[in-house]
């Protein structure tokens, strides 16, 4: 609610006065204080949870997307297919997730769009690798033989036995990985990687105030936490969802 509604509820972000510079939080008119450029710290941090969020989600949607599709293919495939598919994701579990996301991003330069495609492609091969354990699983399943013995296409099985089983255990595990993304995404913004000065985005924030680290630490917590807060919570729900999707488990 803070990134769909907040922005439209506070005023400009990006003005400040140098009078204004690092006031205290509780200052009137400033519930946070202000930056060293005399910015509303409490402005910028409701502003720049609508990228740092965006970040989070959309990375995670594409990799959902794509990597469920390349499992279950992986794993109804001919033989072939799946050494072609698994092989080359494992190319990408060669290197670091967080190094690679830096890689990726170096190369094609600063931004939130490019840094949201280099979350993508490092999030592909787990996702794949989820659903192509599943898809295996499934195959050896009685359902399976009967729905290939009956004559069902192999689109057909997927669509309608495969991925309906295949869906709870990648939703889990998406939205686990969603506050991963957030962490990512603004461990990139953090490095200059992400969104460009004076964008309110809360892993610039926490790299804008680094400066003021030892004598006014605060303005570093602040988004810190505000970054801490929701990964923490999208991990507690995969947990519940978890608990609650995986039959297997026993109890919903």
């Known amino acids: ?51 740092s969020l965006l970040a989070g989600l959309v990375p995670v949607l594409f990799a959902g997307t794509l990597g469920t599709a390349l499992g279950v293919a992986a794993g109804l495939g001919r033989p072939w297919l799946h050494r072609v598919i698994m092989r080359t994701l494992d190319v990408f579990y060669a290197f670091p997730a967080v190094l690679l996301a830096i890689a990726i991003a170096a190369a094609l330069g600063s931004g939130i769009s490019n840094a949201i495609i280099a979350l993508a492609v490092i999030l592909v091969p787990p996702v794949a690798r989820v659903a192509e354990t599943e898809t295996r699983r499934l195959v050896e ?37 969603i506050g991963l993304s957030i962490v990512y995404a603004a461990g990139l913004s953090f490095l200059g990687l992400g969104v460009s000065p004076p964008t309110a985005e809360w892993g610039l924030m926490v790299s804008d105030h680094t400066q003021y680290i030892y004598t006014k630490p605060i303005l570093a917590v602040i988004p810190a936490v505000a970054i801490l807060i929701p990964s923490v919570a999208f991990n507690v729900l995969g947990d519940g969802l978890r608990d609650y999707l995986d039959v297997r488990g026993g109890d919903r």
Do not use: I, K, W
């Open 1 to 51: 609610m803070v990134a769909l509604v907040g922005p439209l509820l506070v005023g400009n972000p990006n003005a400040g006065e140098t009078a204004d510079r690092l006031l205290a939080a509780g200052t009137d008119g400033h519930l946070l204080g202000t930056d060293g450029q005399g910015r509303d710290v409490f402005t910028r941090l409701v502003v720049g949870a609508r990228l």
């Open 141 to 177: 399943l009685d359902y399976m033989e009967a729905a290939r013995a009956s004559g069902a296409t192999g689109v057909a099985v997927a669509v309608r036995q495969v991925l309906p089983n295949v869906a709870p255990p990648v939703v889990v595990y998406c939205t686990a990985l």
